[in-house]
């Protein structure tokens, strides 16, 4: 098993930033892909970043690609969601979610991954 709680949600204006955090703890985390996910009011939960346990493979989705950069840092058990300018349109409720994968993986579907935290509310002011 592995716990995760996502900290660092709030208001921002468009074109701040933020940073999301995302903590582990239970079974080796070193060992876990990371991925982020939202979910606006009303929509459909969608893939926003990943991060394969190693650091050296990361993915985004096309809408926050170049904004958005993720990290990790496996001595604090935390992942990282960096958001920079960000857009109402990010608005959402954000998850980060854990998966046991081998060197260089990491997955983009929401039902790859077993392991999910509880979620923290951004909310982009125009």
């Known amino acids: 098993q592995v716990q995760l709680v996502e900290s660092g949600g709030g208001l921002v204006q468009a074109g701040g930033s933020l940073r999301l955090s995302c903590a582990a703890s239970g079974r080796s985390f070193t060992s876990h892909a990371i991925g982020w996910f939202r979910q606006a009011p009303g929509k459909e939960r969608v893939f926003v970043a990943a991060i394969s346990w190693t650091g050296s493979s990361v993915s985004y989705a096309d809408t926050v690609k170049g904004r958005f950069p993720i990290s990790r840092d496996n001595a604090k058990n935390t992942v990282y969601l960096q958001m920079n300018n960000p857009k109402p349109e990010d608005t959402a409720v954000y998850y980060c979610?854990?998966?046991?994968?081998?060197?260089?993986?990491?997955?983009?579907?929401?039902?790859?991954?077993?392991?999910w935290g509880q979620g923290t509310q951004v909310t982009v002011s125009s």
């Open positions: 979610a854990a998966r046991a994968g081998a060197f260089g993986r990491l997955w983009v579907g929401g039902d790859d991954y077993p392991y």
